[in-house]
């Protein structure tokens, strides 16, 4: 839809693109007149995000028997206007995506109750909590709806209680109050709204002037917008968005701009010190440090989902689940044996997963991670299978972190500031790679798992064949990563830190 000014035609408005601007006005003009950049398109994890409050958002719809569903597609804007006045005039107790066209701009309500001759605006989010960016999203539509001429006395989030525990009695859903936020920032949605215009009216807004960076969302825009330079100041070792951008509001905008006697932590002075010498510095703390590495060692990773609506016994939403496992040990020959354990079909897969675990890591000395996340996964397997609970618990009480180790004793110029598996991988192994892997991410790993597992009884049997094959090839690179990044790093430690 768009709007005639004399004898111009300008793009229309909706909620999502006017909270747009209020986020990033470049993300908005964007969406307008680059839809098809390649930054702006879903990644797998993005479209599953997307799916999923979808899923929710019907879900929510059932808590209100009689509500009608304004049926029509997105792009049919003015018929979903005329329907929703309809559904207004009928009487109903509540419409879904209930729609209207009013100071320039459409909203679709995620759910209108009505309330004796008033209403409430429900805004339905798969999150566990109101969350900063959910007012503005609320308000818009507040805007919208008193202007077309409805007495909305309450605004109100819809989203997913964070003490349900599958199958409940909690219920699924909680309703929080927002009614006083959108009070308070509906003065601000004209000069929204015309500022959305005036970004659709004008160029490329070019990268954000500062004041929209560092604040608790994504942006797709990001890597676009950060100065690409490799030396950048956001590339020091702790230094997240906020802290960036106090620094470069001091005028530090990269690494040279710091002066001799700035206060920095250890692992960043680190950073600096072989960013200026172009060299890899190594501890000589390493060796003692490898000493919990030594004989039988396994090394482990999980791969996990996390569901919005959780599916199996004593789970919250968004609860970790692992599904998938792989496990190196070195034996005492020095040769290296593998175990991998994949989940097939619906069914919980916690007790097997569990027990395969169990089995394959018992003769392991020490078994090595990457980060603290495969403790966690294994407090979860506990707490669904507690008759395993002696034996998990010894594993945990063998488990060796290897990041604390590099974190600890190495640093090196192609870090950039990162001590994550990948970014530590290439420097150190660099014949060994993820490039060129059909999944190369846990993100990724974790949704083509899910649909694997949900909704893979439609697929046919060589596409679940290649997803089984793509996933076992990159969660077994997981732990062979580490195999060879331990290997190294005895290598490091035997040259007194030569290599």
């Given at each position: 839809m768009t709007e005639q000014t004399g004898s111009t035609t300008r793009p229309h408005l909706s909620k999502s693109r006017v909270v747009a601007c209020w986020k990033c006005p470049r993300d908005l003009w964007w969406k307008v007149f680059k839809p098809d950049a390649p930054e702006l398109q879903p990644s797998v994890a993005d479209q599953d995000r997307m799916d999923q409050g979808t899923a929710v958002g019907v879900l929510a719809t059932k808590r209100f028997p009689g509500g009608v569903?304004?049926?029509?597609?997105?792009?049919?804007?003015?018929?979903?206007?005329?329907?929703?006045?309809?559904?207004?005039a009928a009487?109903?107790?509540?419409?879904?995506?209930?729609?209207?066209w009013e100071d320039?701009?459409?909203?679709?309500?995620?759910?209108?109750?009505?309330?004796?001759?008033?209403?409430?605006?429900?805004?339905?989010?798969?999150?566990?909590?109101?969350?900063?960016?959910?007012i503005p999203d609320a308000t818009v539509q507040l805007h919208v709806l008193r202007k077309a001429g409805l007495d909305v006395q309450e605004v109100a989030l819809m989203h997913l209680n964070r003490e349900y525990r599958h199958p409940g009695p909690e219920p699924l859903f909680a309703l929080t109050d927002i009614t006083a936020e959108?009070?308070?920032?509906?003065?601000e949605i004209p000069s929204l709204i015309q500022a959305s215009h005036d970004v659709l009216a004008g160029p490329d807004p070019g990268p954000c002037s500062g004041n929209q960076w560092g604040r608790p969302w994504e942006c797709a825009l990001d890597e676009s917008c950060w100065p690409d330079d490799p030396d950048h100041i956001r590339h020091l070792y702790g230094v997240g968005p906020k802290k960036a951008l106090s620094l470069m509001a001091d005028g530090i905008h990269t690494f040279h701009d710091l002066p001799p006697n700035a206060e920095v932590n250890e692992k960043a002075l680190r950073q600096l010190q072989v960013w200026r010498t172009g060299t890899m510095r190594v501890e000589p703390t390493l060796k003692d440090n490898l000493a919990p590495f030594q004989g039988r060692i396994g090394f482990l990773d999980f791969e996990t989902i996390m569901r919005a609506v959780p599916l199996w016994d004593g789970l919250a939403p968004y609860g970790l689940v692992p599904v998938q496992f792989s496990y190196h040990e070195r034996q005492p020959d020095g040769s290296y044996t593998h175990r991998e354990w994949l989940a097939e079909g619906s069914a919980d897969p916690r007790p097997e997963i569990a027990r395969a675990l169990v089995e394959a890591t018992k003769d392991a000395e020490r078994?090595?991670?990457?980060?603290?996340?495969?403790?966690?996964?294994?407090?979860?397997?506990?707490?669904?299978?507690?008759?395993?609970e002696p034996e998990l618990d010894h594993l945990i009480a063998r488990l060796v972190d290897l990041k604390k180790v590099v974190e600890?004793?190495?640093?090196?110029?192609?870090?950039?500031?990162s001590y994550s598996i990948k970014d530590v991988l290439t420097p150190l192994v660099p014949d060994l790679s993820y490039e060129g892997l059909?999944?190369?991410?846990?993100?990724?790993?974790?949704v083509k798992l899910a649909h694997m597992m949900l909704a893979g009884d439609s697929w046919t049997p060589a596409q679940r064949e290649a997803e089984r094959r793509d996933l076992l090839e990159y969660c077994k690179l997981d732990t062979e990563a580490m195999v060879r990044l331990l290997e190294r790093l005895e290598e490091l430690a035997e040259k007194g830190g030569q290599g």
């Amino acid at each position: 839809m768009t709007e005639q000014t004399g004898s111009t035609t300008r793009p229309h408005l909706s909620k999502s693109r006017v909270v747009a601007c209020w986020k990033c006005p470049r993300d908005l003009w964007w969406k307008v007149f680059k839809p098809d950049a390649p930054e702006l398109q879903p990644s797998v994890a993005d479209q599953d995000r997307m799916d999923q409050g979808t899923a929710v958002g019907v879900l929510a719809t059932k808590r209100f028997p009689g509500g009608v569903l304004v049926d029509l597609p997105y792009d049919q804007m003015r018929g979903k206007v005329e329907a929703t006045r309809e559904a207004l005039a009928a009487g109903a107790p509540a419409i879904f995506e209930a729609s209207f066209w009013e100071d320039e701009v459409f909203v679709a309500v995620d759910i209108l109750e009505r309330r004796g001759r008033a209403f409430r605006l429900i805004e339905v989010k798969a999150t566990t909590k109101v969350k900063e960016d959910h007012i503005p999203d609320a308000t818009v539509q507040l805007h919208v709806l008193r202007k077309a001429g409805l007495d909305v006395q309450e605004v109100a989030l819809m989203h997913l209680n964070r003490e349900y525990r599958h199958p409940g009695p909690e219920p699924l859903f909680a309703l929080t109050d927002i009614t006083a936020e959108a009070e308070g920032m509906l003065p601000e949605i004209p000069s929204l709204i015309q500022a959305s215009h005036d970004v659709l009216a004008g160029p490329d807004p070019g990268p954000c002037s500062g004041n929209q960076w560092g604040r608790p969302w994504e942006c797709a825009l990001d890597e676009s917008c950060w100065p690409d330079d490799p030396d950048h100041i956001r590339h020091l070792y702790g230094v997240g968005p906020k802290k960036a951008l106090s620094l470069m509001a001091d005028g530090i905008h990269t690494f040279h701009d710091l002066p001799p006697n700035a206060e920095v932590n250890e692992k960043a002075l680190r950073q600096l010190q072989v960013w200026r010498t172009g060299t890899m510095r190594v501890e000589p703390t390493l060796k003692d440090n490898l000493a919990p590495f030594q004989g039988r060692i396994g090394f482990l990773d999980f791969e996990t989902i996390m569901r919005a609506v959780p599916l199996w016994d004593g789970l919250a939403p968004y609860g970790l689940v692992p599904v998938q496992f792989s496990y190196h040990e070195r034996q005492p020959d020095g040769s290296y044996t593998h175990r991998e354990w994949l989940a097939e079909g619906s069914a919980d897969p916690r007790p097997e997963i569990a027990r395969a675990l169990v089995e394959a890591t018992k003769d392991a000395e020490r078994v090595a991670t990457y980060t603290a996340y495969e403790k966690r996964c294994i407090d979860a397997l506990k707490n669904a299978v507690p008759e395993l609970e002696p034996e998990l618990d010894h594993l945990i009480a063998r488990l060796v972190d290897l990041k604390k180790v590099v974190e600890k004793n190495v640093a090196h110029p192609d870090f950039m500031g990162s001590y994550s598996i990948k970014d530590v991988l290439t420097p150190l192994v660099p014949d060994l790679s993820y490039e060129g892997l059909a999944v190369a991410d846990g993100m990724t790993a974790s949704v083509k798992l899910a649909h694997m597992m949900l909704a893979g009884d439609s697929w046919t049997p060589a596409q679940r064949e290649a997803e089984r094959r793509d996933l076992l090839e990159y969660c077994k690179l997981d732990t062979e990563a580490m195999v060879r990044l331990l290997e190294r790093l005895e290598e490091l430690a035997e040259k007194g830190g030569q290599g």
